[in-house]
Every structure is written in structure tokens, then in C-alpha cells.
């Protein structure tokens, strides 16, 4: 079951996002001061994190709109812990994403992630869900660790 994120979900969120290989142990202080932020309602009704409950957290995503822009969001973060990965959760989140977002009115969400070899499943999952290679910007994150960026059209009224 998919639903928002609520307080009570913040430690499994930041397991969630070191077990799925996202962060490291100790790089979780900004997720958490983010996911701390839009719970509290500090960065606006539109920053949403949402959660996939099976008996506790099993997934989370964050998304929020492009600023200055008009119908331009971004998924931040999708993650699923890794004995619940393959079983289409990941999707499920996406797609759930996608209809919150152009409910709101989203043209476009835009998705980011590296471009190692070692994110090549991660690029193969946003192609899967319909999502093409946008933009690459070389060295983004460190030497040799491009910035790759997906997008997906939304259709009109999803």
C-alpha cells in the first residue's frame, strides 16, 4: 500500500536509503533534515514524500516541483529495500508519482542518477518505466561520476 510518509516512518526511511545503496551510513543528515522539513510542512504542501507499507516501510519516494517553472517536477529519490526489490514496488512507486504529479498539473518529471557502471540497473529500471536519457553532465558528482538525467513526458489529464 502506498501512502504519505508519516513522522513515525523517518528511521526506516534512512535504512531505506543506506540499504538500497543510495547514501552511505553516514551521508543520511541531509535526508533526514529534508524528510524533517516536509513533514513539518517547511518546505511547502507541494514537497512530497510518499511510502510503500508492507507491515513497515518498504519503499519511499520524494518528489517536488521544479522551481520556476511551469509543470516541470522532479523525482529526487525512489528507493526499495533491496529482499523487496524485482517484485514491481519500484514501478508501483513511479507510477504513483506520476499520476500525483499530473494530477497537479506536471508536464514533465525529471529523475537523476549517476552514470557509473554500478547505477546501470538503476538507469535500466527509469528506461523500463518509460523514461528517456535527457541530458549527461560529465564529472558531475566527482571525476568519472557522470550526472545522467531522465525524462517522461506526462500526458494531459493522467
Given at each position: 500500500m502506498i501512502r504519505p510518509t508519516?513522522?513515525?516512518?523517518?528511521?526506516?526511511?534512512?535504512?531505506?536509503?543506506?540499504?538500497?545503496g543510495l547514501f552511505p551510513s553516514d551521508a543520511t543528515a541531509e535526508v533526514a533534515g529534508v524528510l524533517a522539513g516536509c513533514l513539518d510542512g517547511g518546505m511547502g504542501p507541494d514537497h512530497c514524500w510518499v511510502t510503500?507499507?508492507?507491515?513497515?516501510?518498504?519503499?519511499?519516494?520524494?518528489f517536488a516541483p521544479e522551481r520556476m517553472t511551469e509543470?516541470?517536477?522532479?523525482?529526487?529519490?525512489?528507493?526499495?529495500?533491496?529482499?523487496?526489490?524485482?517484485?514491481?514496488?519500484?514501478?508501483?512507486?513511479?507510477?504513483?508519482?506520476?499520476?500525483a504529479v499530473a494530477a497537479r498539473g506536471a508536464r514533465i518529471l525529471l529523475v537523476e542518477t549517476s552514470g557509473l557502471a554500478s547505477?546501470?540497473?538503476?538507469?535500466?529500471?527509469?528506461?523500463?518505466?518509460?523514461?528517456?536519457?535527457?541530458?549527461?553532465?560529465?564529472?558531475f558528482y566527482k571525476a568519472g561520476d557522470?550526472?545522467?538525467?531522465?525524462?517522461?513526458?506526462l500526458p494531459a489529464g493522467d
Open positions: 508519516s513522522p513515525e516512518d523517518t528511521a526506516a526511511i534512512l535504512d531505506l536509503a543506506v540499504s538500497s510503500d507499507d508492507d507491515g513497515g516501510p518498504v519503499g519511499v519516494a520524494y509543470g516541470t517536477w522532479n523525482l529526487y529519490m525512489i528507493a526499495v529495500r533491496p529482499d523487496r526489490q524485482r517484485q514491481g514496488r519500484g514501478a508501483a512507486l513511479v507510477r504513483h508519482v506520476e499520476q547505477f546501470e540497473r538503476t538507469r535500466a529500471f527509469y528506461r523500463k518505466c518509460g523514461y528517456d536519457e535527457e541530458a549527461r553532465i560529465r564529472d557522470d550526472k545522467v538525467v531522465f525524462r517522461k513526458a
